[in-house]
């Protein structure tokens, strides 16, 4: 089993900044892709960023610039690095993780974070 424990979540003012962090822990062989999601009140879940093993990066076009996804492999942690924050920003986010449970055969699992509420307000 695998647990996902997530932190940083609060409430800012419109322009300030947050960093988000997931660290994995649990029974498992590594962890390959990590991402972060969010949902809005009356909106559907949708992703903000994932960083791949090798540190490949993918944002949301909502967020270019304005947030920065990074991992530390050996803490089994990512963070999301969030600036100029607006109130289109306020959501639950979410972490995301691709772990490997086995290596022959390959078998590997999604689990998610219990989420993390991020407010924008003033």
């Known amino acids: 089993q695998v647990q996902l424990a997530e932190s940083g979540g609060g409430l800012v003012q419109p322009g300030g900044s947050l960093r988000l962090s997931c660290t994995a822990s649990?029974?498992?062989?590594?962890?390959?892709?990590m991402g972060w999601y969010r949902q809005a009140p009356g909106k559907q879940r949708e992703l903000v960023a994932t960083?791949?093993?090798?540190?490949?990066?993918n944002y949301a076009d909502s967020v270019k610039g304005r947030f920065t996804i990074s991992r530390d492999n050996a803490k089994n942690t990512v963070y999301l690095e969030m600036n100029s924050l607006n109130p289109e920003d306020t959501a639950v986010y979410y972490c995301?993780?691709?772990?490997?449970?086995?290596?022959?055969?390959?078998?590997?699992?999604?689990?998610w974070g219990q989420g993390t509420q991020v407010t924008v307000s003033s």
């Open positions: 649990g029974s498992f062989v590594s962890i390959s892709g």
């Open positions: 960083i791949t093993s090798d540190f490949n990066t």
């Open positions: 995301n993780t691709n772990v490997v449970v086995r290596v022959f055969p390959r078998l590997s699992r999604i689990y």
